[in-house]
């Protein structure tokens, strides 16, 4: 089982960004993927998750106007967009399926 995940990114405030999660090993559909975020010295926060089923998705209130979910069926890979970008939003992203996690994927949002 693997969750791969995209690269570093490095992002302006105000722009957006865009993390990918290939996932193999495992029925993609038959598990929801949850999205975690690891600010610099703070404990993991939960985004939200997605059912690669049928895209339902829901989202941590802190995140609700920013972020959307995605999943692709055909390459079992999801998305994490976030937008407005602030320096708040500079951390490890993470995602998760059950026992599983990602590599995580480093955004800095730096003038």
């Known amino acids: 089982v693997q969750l791969v995940q995209s690269g570093a990114e490095l992002r302006n405030p105000g722009a957006s960004v865009k993390v990918s999660c290939k996932a193999s090993g495992f029925t993609f559909i038959k598990s929801y993927i949850h999205w975690v975020r690891q600010r610099p010295g703070q404990g993991l926060e939960w985004m939200g998750r997605?059912?690669?089923?049928?895209?339902?998705?829901k989202y941590g209130q802190s995140f609700r106007d920013r972020v959307t979910f995605t999943a692709d069926t055909s390459t079992d890979t999801a998305y994490l967009d976030l937008n407005s970008l602030s320096s708040e939003d500079s951390a490890v992203y993470y995602c998760n399926a059950g026992a599983n996690w990602g590599q995580g994927t480093q955004v800095t949002v730096s003038s």
């Open positions: 997605i059912d690669p089923e049928d895209g339902d998705t």
